[in-house]
């Protein structure tokens, strides 16, 4: 049971509807600026059918296609869903869809709370999400990653966000998508230092890169929104972290105020190039 990541590298972008119409002009007129690979949200597309499952076809057989989900809710108190599991499996194996993240995080108790909730940093949490995840990487049949998530009031705890992290990661036997931005934001609205977080990672661990921009709500409140460009200090952030765990395979996520496909495109440039920097170092 392992997650197969050898054929997806380079700079990705996440596939958003609103993208649709520009994207495919791009493959007539410039292919050679293309994502190396894209990633979808299954709860957005499982069971569509007509124009969005040809669209997703014609992306899936494409591009090297990952997967980001939104409501398995691995931390809540509700039972799983098994029947989601069950169709999650199916979508994935239909499009070639390389591997599955979720969030660290829950959004359901008794109903869905329309928010990706921070779990406490306490022993037993620990306990309770890995054997969630444990179960879902059982009935899948693959190894999941997780994301490390914003959050903004702090939960009661034991332990601090890497040590959680962390031990969820050796506890569940699972990946880790790790959200660069999510670890500036967090680590400017908690004052602890992002390079410290970054570096204390563990290497084997990670399957993958998020970059997104955000909001600066106030002098000490950043929230994390998907909606704008990604800011200088994230992409220092970036470079930080090839240069401590290699070059990953980083995803731009851009959710609203979706800006024209050259901006998006512009930006996974910035990505290829930091990764080059590396690269050519290395060598």
């Given at each position: 049971m392992t997650i197969d990541t050898e054929k997806v590298t380079g700079a990705g972008l996440g596939l958003r509807r609103g993208l649709l119409e520009e994207w495919h002009e791009l493959e007539e007129k410039q292919p050679e600026l293309l994502p190396d690979f894209i990633e979808v949200t299954p709860d957005n597309w499982m069971g569509l059918g007509g124009r969005y499952a040809r669209e997703m076809r014609h992306f899936t057989d494409r591009y090297p296609t990952l997967s980001h989900g939104l409501s398995l809710s691995l931390g809540g108190p509700d039972p799983l869903d098994t029947k989601f599991i069950d169709r999650l499996g199916r979508f994935m194996d239909e499009y070639n869809i390389t591997s599955f993240s979720e969030h660290l995080s829950y959004c359901t108790d008794g109903g869905h709370l329309y928010d990706l909730l921070p779990l406490p940093f306490t022993g037993e949490a620990v306990e309770h999400v890995s054997s969630r995840i444990r179960a879902v990487q059982e009935q899948?049949?693959?190894?999941?990653?997780?994301?490390?998530?914003?959050?903004?009031?702090?939960?009661?705890?034991?332990?601090?966000?890497?040590?959680?992290?962390?031990?969820?990661?050796?506890?569940?036997?699972?990946?880790?998508?790790?959200?660069?931005?999510?670890?500036?934001?967090?680590?400017?609205?908690?004052?602890?230092?992002?390079?410290?977080?970054?570096?204390?990672?563990?290497?084997?661990?990670?399957?993958?890169?998020?970059?997104?921009?955000?909001?600066?709500?106030?002098?000490?409140?950043?929230?994390?929104?998907?909606?704008?460009?990604?800011?200088?200090?994230?992409?220092?952030?970036?470079?930080?972290?090839?240069?401590?765990?290699?070059?990953q395979p980083t995803l731009l996520e851009r959710d609203f105020n979706l800006p024209p496909m050259h901006e998006l495109i512009d930006e996974l440039a910035i990505i290829r190039q930091y990764q080059q920097g590396v690269s050519s170092d290395a060598a």
């Open positions: 899948l049949g693959r190894r999941i990653a997780i994301e490390n998530v914003s959050f903004y009031a702090a939960p009661e705890g034991e332990m601090s966000e890497i040590d959680f992290l962390n031990a969820v990661l050796s506890e569940a036997d699972c990946d880790l998508l790790l959200d660069v931005n999510n670890v500036y934001v967090n680590s400017h609205n908690h004052a602890y230092d992002a390079h410290d977080f970054i570096s204390a990672v563990p290497t084997e661990r990670i399957s993958w890169l998020h970059m997104a921009g955000h909001l600066q709500e106030a002098p000490d409140l950043i929230i994390d929104t998907h909606g704008d460009s990604v800011v200088d200090p994230v992409w220092d952030l970036l470079q930080y972290t090839y240069s401590c765990h290699g070059v």
